[in-house]
């Protein structure tokens, strides 16, 4: 069982009774490989790393950041993907910038990273307790900003964007806050599945590297993972067989402009199918 929090778009979100979204396709991708049943448990995110613990889920993957504080309660996995933290705003709303921030009021998901960094003291770099109201979901935050009960709201960049895209008249301030890393956590007696789930993470994260170092754009690297899937089920093959594959003069001619796109976006192509 995976715990997650799924009103985080794109990495995990529901369609109608449906779980979508780039954790729920590793998670899918990494259940296949190792042979086990892939079940989640929609949990509010702060009950995720106790939960976890306890035994009550497997494992916690929610585009979890890899902090001090958490690996004190839980083991994490290779880290499959990077976040930064960014500010939604109102495209006419009181803060245009990150001078604007003092005195305003902050909304932010519960237990994030995005909550515990702005209610730490402003000489650590946040903004204080009495400044930040945390929301149960970062979609329940945005809603907030939207009837003008915070002016802004301190989140991931792609939930940001995915957010921001949803809902008219907010933009991303062009600042942006700490970097992080995503990873899954897992309980700490349970270093069985930690070195399972790192195995399968390695097989697909090679795929992302063997497309990254075509430094092709995504579109192509999903035609081309989709042509990878094709061989892998018409062949009857597990997807580590990409790792002999060998980069050719052609591909290598390829590698001058293009925009880069992220190990993460070739394993979703990658596990899409
Ligand atoms: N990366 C942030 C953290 O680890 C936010 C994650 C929120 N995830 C979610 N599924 N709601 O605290």
């Known amino acids: 069982t995976m ?25 899918a991708a990494i259940a296949e490989y190792l042979d086990m049943e892939l079940e989640i448990a929609d949990v509010e995110f ?8 306890s035994g009550k889920f497997d494992m916690g993957m929610a585009g979890m950041t890899v902090t001090e504080d958490r690996l004190q309660n839980v083991n994490f996995s290779s880290t499959y993907a990077t976040g930064v933290q960014v500010v939604i705003v109102k ?5 245009q910038s990150l001078d604007d921030m003092e005195g305003v009021k902050i909304g932010v998901q519960q237990d994030t990273t995005g909550h515990i960094y702005a209610s730490d003291t402003p000489e650590k770099g946040g903004y204080g307790e009495d400044a930040v109201i945390a929301y149960k979901t970062g979609a329940d935050a ?10 802004c709201v301190i989140i991931d960049n792609e939930p940001a964007k995915a957010f921001v895209e949803a809902n008219k008249g907010l933009k991303i301030l062009d600042a942006t806050w700490v970097e ?16 399972k ?3 399968a993470l390695d097989a697909g994260l090679e795929v992302g590297v063997y497309f990254y170092s075509q430094a092709i754009t995504t579109e192509e ?24 594959w060998e980069i ?13 796109y992220t190990v993460t976006e070739c394993a979703a192509a990658f596990c899409d199918t």
């Open 91 to 95: 495209e006419d709303g009181a803060v």
């Open 197 to 199: 789930i790192n195995g």
């Open 248 to 260: 050719t003069e052609a591909d290598n001619a390829r590698t001058s402009n293009i925009a880069p």
């Open 46 to 53: 702060g009950s995720i790393i106790g939960g976890v613990q």
């Open 142 to 151: 945005v809603q907030a900003l939207i009837t003008d009960k915070v002016q």
């Open 180 to 195: 992080e890393e995503y990873a899954i956590a897992i309980a700490k007696e349970n270093t069985e599945l930690l070195e």
């Open 3 to 27: 715990a997650t929090n799924a009103a985080f778009p794109p990495y995990e979100y529901k369609e109608g009774e449906e779980f979508k979204g780039i954790d729920v396709e590793i998670a």
């Open 221 to 244: 690297a999903i035609e081309e993972a989709n042509f990878v899937m094709e061989q892998v089920q018409r062949y009857d093959i597990t997807f580590p067989i990409v790792y002999d």
